[in-house]
């Protein structure tokens, strides 16, 4: 069994906490292999129906390939070091904002009278954009083979 912990990284939530456990997972079987929801669903004891469901998101954002039939299952749809953090989470949560004003003005009291601090959570935005998009699921891969041969 792997032993892919249960990441606790600001606040992730169980669908990108899922979606992490998952892609790493099938990063490390052999190319040409395929995983299965169900594998993965008794092997890390996530809820079959949400894995599903984010299985599914992931797909649909183009990070997994799906294989229908009795020999089926998932696999990645690009290299690991192709496959960002930030598109992981857009596909799981879609497009995040640190600050509700920065997706829709309507949200903030001041945006009629200037606000003062709006530029730097902007700035802030950007970076953490930035941040998540410099990382990539290899890295993750990595880290997690490091743990496993610590344990060996």
Not at 25 to 46: D, K, N, V, Y
């Amino acid at each position: 069994m792997s032993s892919i912990r249960r990441w606790v990284i600001l606040r992730l939530n169980k669908d990108l906490e899922y979606a992490l456990i998952s892609l790493v997972e099938i990063a490390r079987i052999p190319s040409g292999h395929l995983m299965t929801a169900r594998q993965l669903s008794e092997e890390f004891e996530i809820p079959f129906k949400l894995l599903a469901r984010v299985l599914q998101k992931l797909k649909t954002g183009g990070l997994l390939l799906s294989v229908k039939g009795a020999n089926g299952g998932y696999c990645l749809a690009k290299a690991a070091d192709e496959i960002r953090l930030g598109s992981i989470m857009k596909a799981v949560r879609g497009d995040e904002y640190i600050a509700d004003c920065l997706n829709d003005a309507a949200h903030c009291a001041q945006n009629d009278c200037g606000c003062t601090i709006k530029p730097l959570i902007q700035k802030l935005q950007d970076k953490w954009v930035s941040f998540v998009e410099s990382i990539t699921l290899k890295e993750f891969v990595w880290a997690e083979l490091r743990e496993d041969s610590k344990e060996e």
